[in-house]
């Protein structure tokens, strides 16, 4: 069993930067791989982010792509989304999730745990 705690949301203007985080239990966390994920009022959870077990490879959603850098620290067995440039469309509830093996995907469906989430705002 794995658990996820998010923090690092809250409310601010569009172009500033928000680091969230994500604590992972257990002792296997370097073996796997983590996402982000958001999810708007009224939308489907999207990707945002994916990262491999050790940290070597990440893929992100389009609409992220250059503004958001996802990065994991294993001695730490934490997760991290540094978020930059953000926009009011970057508005949603934030979840970590992790999957039981090592290399990142991008399907909801292909992760096993999930955190309870952090709400971003961004303002206009």
């Known amino acids: 069993q794995v658990q996820l705690v998010e923090s690092g949301g809250g409310l601010v203007q569009a172009g500033v930067s928000l680091r969230l985080s994500c604590v992972a239990s257990?002792?296997?966390?370097?073996?796997?791989?983590m996402g982000w994920f958001r999810q708007a009022p009224g939308k489907e959870r999207e990707f945002v982010a994916t990262?491999?077990?050790?940290?070597?490879?990440?893929y992100y959603g389009d609409s992220v792509k250059g503004r958001f850098t996802i990065s994991r620290d294993n001695t730490k067995n934490t997760v991290y989304l540094q978020m930059n440039s953000l926009k009011p469309e970057d508005t949603a509830v934030y979840y970590c999730?992790?999957?039981?093996?090592?290399?990142?995907?991008?399907?909801?469906?292909?992760?096993?745990?999930w955190g309870q989430g952090t709400q971003v705002t961004v303002s206009s």
């Open positions: 999730a992790s999957r039981m093996g090592p290399s990142s995907r991008v399907s909801v469906d292909d992760y096993d745990y």
């Open positions: 257990g002792r296997t966390f370097s073996s796997y791989a």
């Open positions: 990262i491999n077990w050790i940290g070597s490879s990440t």
